[in-house]
């Protein structure tokens, strides 16, 4: 038996992630103040998130048998959207410090992940009441997939989270069931007045996907931005010829008419369904867009809006592998649409690094906002105490461009600079920057971070056979630049489309970069599981790039938003590594920040 005490505070409620430890019944028991218990049995579920009230302000004990606690916090209470929940250690009932806690080599800083274990795809992305919310597919109890929750956090400028209590949970049957598989799966939201309109999937079925899979969609409500309540199915039946990959609704205003997109495969052929709300029902009109390329088993997480007088659609393309090799790329269709079909006139990936699925936007001020999953396909994570598989790229405002989509970060981003820590000018672009360096001579040595003196024998021309062949460039050498934290961001102009390489990280004899070589510029990395792999992206001629660095994931946006790549790069240091070789006269300008951590403000 075990046990353990907490300080309530203000909170009223806490709830616990419980898991059995065998199949024998276990349990918990809650000791108030006065020394009332409150105890649950798990009798026959496996795994159950448990919530007990706290009455009254004081220290509470929990003895618990037979049951693991997986994670805990503190939730309810006064100006929650403000203060968020409160995790607690479920060993000793500690407060958990956020900006510790999330201080390791494979926890992003400014990037959003979960307190901990699995997340998968942004849920219900909008703007309601002052705040803008993110749900989120999650795991609780692992570091890899099972039956779904949906998790929450709440921003007032989409970079600086607060963690809300979990508001979905799998199907009670799911709790005590090994068999089966399923939960709250995707969705999104619709903001009409003061409340909050859910569309989700629910899942059911055995572990391996088959006609026995049973999706189906439902609606709840949200009117506090806090808790989910009335979830009733809303589409009970998929349409004749639809497979049992019917999922992920995404609802949708345009031209005064809500339209809801789902994904699935239509008579064996990857489809956007369409349906119309009519009579407040949902009403199958067709395929919205059907996709014939060959290797995909359906569209996931669809997206439908319309974006500077175009209309985009856009889904995920599951277990589909491109001739590069890259695995579950999300595409990007652009044209028209006529109240029932939608005409492509343009088409793209969102990303070209890859590690990128299960976009989701939204509007909000007149900015088309969408986020991705950092997903990891190709077996990359390390599992690591208190780590998280997952998490979410930056906020990315969308725009067109002579029938492009552009995606750039949102300029809050740019916020969480901190400090320029080297600097340097190329021939054509000489500013006077004094210790900042040019490259009519050597870099200087007295910028913060550079250490020449370092890159003689790790220079990105002397690497590894193993390792990418780096174009022969003879011109300009940046050095190994050190960036304490390795959470930072790179800025660089170039004045042609000359061949570079830019090294983003290191680790041993590994590295990821970002190369440009006979007028293809990539990303590559060495690791093992992605070293046969291509990361390309279809632009030519590249003038201006930004890299957004944070531990263990790389972003990259080329000419602002014309392609953007992020890939995975796990390290186990918290030192961050970049050096660059250009083509001579090729770099105007490079600048190396460091960025704030979204969490160090979090206790």
């Known amino acids: 038996m075990w046990m353990l005490e907490f300080d309530s505070g203000e909170y009223e409620s806490i709830c616990i992630f419980a898991e059995k430890s065998d199949d024998r019944d276990g349990w918990i028991c809650l000791e108030g103040p006065g020394g009332k218990e409150q105890q649950v049995h798990m009798n026959d579920d496996w795994y159950r998130l448990v919530q007990l009230a706290l009455p009254q302000n004081g220290t509470y004990r929990i003895r618990h048998k037979g049951v693991g606690l997986i994670q805990m916090y503190l939730s309810g209470g006064p100006d929650l959207m403000e203060r968020g929940i409160r995790f607690l250690d479920p060993d000793s009932g500690d407060e958990m410090e956020l900006g510790k806690w999330y201080d390791t080599p ?150 005064g008419r809500d339209y809801m997109v789902l994904g699935s495969s239509l008579d064996g052929v990857p489809s956007i369904l369409l349906y119309v709300r009519e009579g407040g029902k949902w009403l199958f009109k067709g395929p919205l867009l ?84 950092i997903s990891d396909f190709y077996g990359e994570h390390r599992v690591k105490p208190g780590g ?38 190329g021939q054509s672009e000489n500013d006077g920057c004094g210790q900042e360096g040019n490259l009519t001579g050597n870099s200087t040595g007295n910028s913060p971070g550079n250490r020449a003196g370092n890159s003689t024998g790790n220079s990105a021309g002397n690497r590894a056979d193993n390792q990418a062949a780096a174009p022969e460039i003879q011109g300009e050498h940046i050095p190994p630049v050190h960036v304490p934290g390795n959470s930072f961001f790179v800025k660089i102009k170039l004045g042609d489309d000359q061949d570079f390489l830019v090294t983003l990280a290191r680790e041993g004899n590994d590295a990821l970069y970002l190369e440009r070589k006979k007028g293809v510029t990539s990303l590559v990395s060495t690791r093992k599981e992605v070293k046969e792999i291509c990361f390309p992206s279809d632009v030519g001629g590249v003038r ?32 961050g590594h970049l050096e660059a070789d250009f083509s001579a006269g090729s770099l105007n300008r490079l600048e190396v920040w460091t960025m704030e951590s979204i969490w160090s403000h979090k206790s």
């Open 106 to 255: 494979v926890r992003e800083q400014y990037h959003f992940n979960p307190f901990m274990n699995w997340v998968n795809d942004p849920n219900g992305l909008c703007w309601f009441k002052g705040y803008y919310h993110l749900f989120y597919q999650s795991n609780p109890f692992g570091q890899e997939w099972n039956d779904m929750y949906w998790g929450h956090a709440v921003s007032r400028d989409l970079l600086h989270w607060t963690h809300m209590p979990y508001v979905l949970e799998p199907q009670p049957g799911l709790w005590r069931d090994k068999e089966h598989k399923g939960g709250a799966f995707s969705g999104s939201a619709q903001v009409e007045g003061e409340q909050m309109h859910l569309y989700l999937t629910r899942h059911h079925g055995p572990q391996e996907d088959g006609e026995e899979t049973r999706e189906w969609q439902t609606e709840a409500v949200c009117r506090d931005g806090i808790h989910v309540e009335k979830e009733r199915p809303c589409i009970t039946e998929r349409p004749e010829g639809a497979s049992f990959d019917f999922r992920d609704p995404k609802v949708q205003r345009a031209e």
């Open 290 to 373: 059907q996709e014939h390329e060959p290797g995909i088993r359906t569209f996931e997480c669809p997206d439908f809006f319309e974006l500077d007088g175009k209309y985009v659609a856009a889904g995920a393309w599951m277990c589909h592998r491109d001739e590069a090799g890259r695995y579950q790329m999300t595409r990007c269709y652009t044209g028209t649409f006529d109240g029932g079909r939608f005409k492509t006139e343009y088409q793209q990936w969102y990303d070209f690094g890859s590690n990128f699925y299960a976009v989701q936007s939204f509007e909000h001020s007149g900015r088309r906002i969408a986020i991705g999953w």
């Open 388 to 425: 998280a598989c997952g998490s979410f790229s930056l906020p990315r405002e969308l725009h067109m461009e002579h029938g492009r989509l552009f995606t750039e970060p949102v300029k809050e981003c740019y916020g969480l600079l901190k400090d320029r820590i080297f600097a340097v000018s």
């Open 544 to 575: 201006y790039v930004e890299i957004f660095m944070d531990r263990r994931v790389a972003e990259v946006y080329l000419n602002h938003g014309e392609a953007a790549g992020t890939k995975l790069f796990y390290q186990d240091s918290t030192e």
